[in-house]
């Protein structure tokens, strides 16, 4: 048995109630809600399970043969979709597993349909989200390859890569080296791009696992994109509030504060969820995969740089309440200075007047 999974998946910019998604789509449309079957139910923890709705099925040729591909679709409570692209083929083995990975190398051919799907999504859910919007461009994808025998005389790195290439020992080490098993006759190896899964039972919790780390990165990669636009309007904007005079500056600096603190409260708010999208407790080994899908798909690194620059954002915050108190401190004393030679000019009068 072998079976291809080609996953791409999307961010709408906004969180969504999926009970209510649930509810408006029940009647037209098959769904479900994710759920891990070969775990107990305490090990892997969710808060929201994502809804899963069944699209209709492509067939895709490529080299003069048809590949039918099931579809499915996945929305995220954090405001993100997942597509993934089935083809399964009981009766072949890991060579015939290797050549038609060989023909879709880089999810090759997909790319339309995906715009196709996304489209047709969009109209399914678009009634029932306000303001929805995608991006079409902006995505993360990646391929999980699954046969039902492990066989370690097959090589498997021209199929995680996508060509055959004599590739270098330094290059090759890099590739498997995040190799995992559970038992003997299973392996899970996983790379930048690509995962390849053997094992005689359905690895099914696997492919969630993965795929939920897929759209973790994908959302960190979302809000850091967010941020950096954040914080070029905010130096856009304090630089014409320099240009100001001391009166309207400080009122627009007020204006920028307010802004700054509701773009990193609300998206601080957004990546703790993030975060927290899954929590794998109990099962050492479905919390290592999921922790080494996690580390090459460098999730560490988007969360560092999300983290910099929410951090950078609070720094400017609190300059620019210095410079508000500092122009407040000032207005205060020149009353004052005001005010007293106003009472200066007031004696000299009455002393005059006398």
């Given amino acids: 048995m072998i079976s291809l999974r080609f996953y791409r998946i999307y961010d709408i910019g906004r969180e969504i109630d999926l009970d209510w998604l649930e509810k408006a789509l029940a009647l037209n449309y098959f769904t479900a809600r994710t759920s891990f079957v070969r775990v107990k139910p305490k090990s892997i923890m969710l808060e929201d399970p994502p809804l899963m709705i069944q699209m209709h099925p492509i067939r895709v040729e490529r080299d003069g043969k048809q590949y039918e591909f099931s579809v499915q679709a996945r929305v995220f409570d954090i405001g993100a979709i997942s597509f993934c692209f089935v083809y399964e083929n009981p009766d072949a083995d890991i060579n015939t597993l290797e050549e038609i990975a060989f023909l879709f190398a880089g999810q090759e051919g997909l790319s339309d349909f995906y715009v196709q799907y996304l489209k047709t999504l969009g109209e399914i859910v678009r009634p029932h989200i306000k303001n929805f919007a995608i991006d079409p461009d902006f995505f993360e994808d990646y391929s999980i390859y699954v046969t039902d025998r492990r066989n370690d005389a097959v090589d498997p790195v021209p199929l995680l890569i996508g060509e055959k290439a004599n590739i270098s020992a330094q290059m090759r080490e890099e590739i498997i080296k995040n190799s ?150 000032n207005f205060l004393e020149w009353i004052i200075i005001i005010l007293i030679a106003m009472e200066f000019v007031f004696a000299i009068w009455q002393a005059i007047g006398k």
């Fill in 180 to 329: 995992l098993s559970y038992t003997t006759d299973d392996l899970a190896i996983l790379s930048w791009d690509s995962a390849l899964l053997c094992n005689p039972e359905s690895p099914a919790d696997l492919l969630d696992l993965i795929e939920f780390a897929n759209v973790q990165v994908l959302e960190l990669r979302y809000y850091d994109r967010e941020l950096t636009r954040e914080m070029e309007k905010m130096y856009d904007e304090i630089e014409h509030a320099d240009r100001l005079s001391s009166f309207r500056r400080s009122r627009q600096y007020h204006a920028i504060m307010v802004k700054l603190m509701e773009t990193s409260a609300g998206i601080s708010e957004t990546i703790e969820k993030v975060d927290n999208l899954i929590k794998v407790t109990e099962d050492v080994y479905y919390a290592r995969v999921y922790a080494t899908a996690l580390k090459v798909l460098r999730s560490h690194q988007w969360s560092e740089s999300v983290s910099r620059k929410i951090e950078v954002i609070q720094e400017n915050y609190s300059m620019l309440s210095d410079e508000v108190r500092i122009q407040h401190s």
